[in-house]
């Protein structure tokens, strides 16, 4: 691995990670051995399992928070920010921290509705 980031595990138990430096996303099969889940995750950092069973995951690459589906669909949730760690409620609305990746921008927190409205609610 270049470097691993974002354990989340869904309902059934399964664990998947992220190789941000390679872009791909792994899950660990019933004997604990890693197996490809996305050979491209747009260099996906933090992620997380929502309530629709979709994976969640902040995309270095496009600057997009993304949805990954079961079936392997892709939902853009938002765009327009380079997140970093994330949590998804149960309802659906998803919180998203954006450090200051230059230096000398200030981080922020995002908040994105279910219906994909976002708006930056802390910074500092």
Not at 10 to 38: C, Q, R
Not at 57 to 82: C, E, M, S, W, Y
């Amino acid at each position: 691995y270049k470097f691993t980031e974002g354990p989340a595990t869904n309902a059934a138990g399964e664990v998947f990670y992220n190789d941000v430096g390679a872009g791909k996303t792994y899950k660990l099969d019933a004997n604990g051995k890693p197996v490809e889940f996305l050979a491209d995750s747009k260099r996906g950092d933090g992620q997380r399992f929502g309530p629709d069973g979709r994976l969640y995951a902040a995309a270095g690459a496009t600057n997009q928070i993304l949805a990954h589906g079961p079936d392997g669909d892709v939902k853009v949730l938002a765009d327009g920010f380079r997140g970093n760690d994330l949590v998804v409620l149960n309802n659906g609305d998803v919180y998203v921290t954006e450090p200051g990746w230059d230096g000398t921008s200030p981080s922020q927190i995002w908040h994105i509705s279910a219906t994909g409205e976002k708006k930056v609610v802390d910074k500092g």
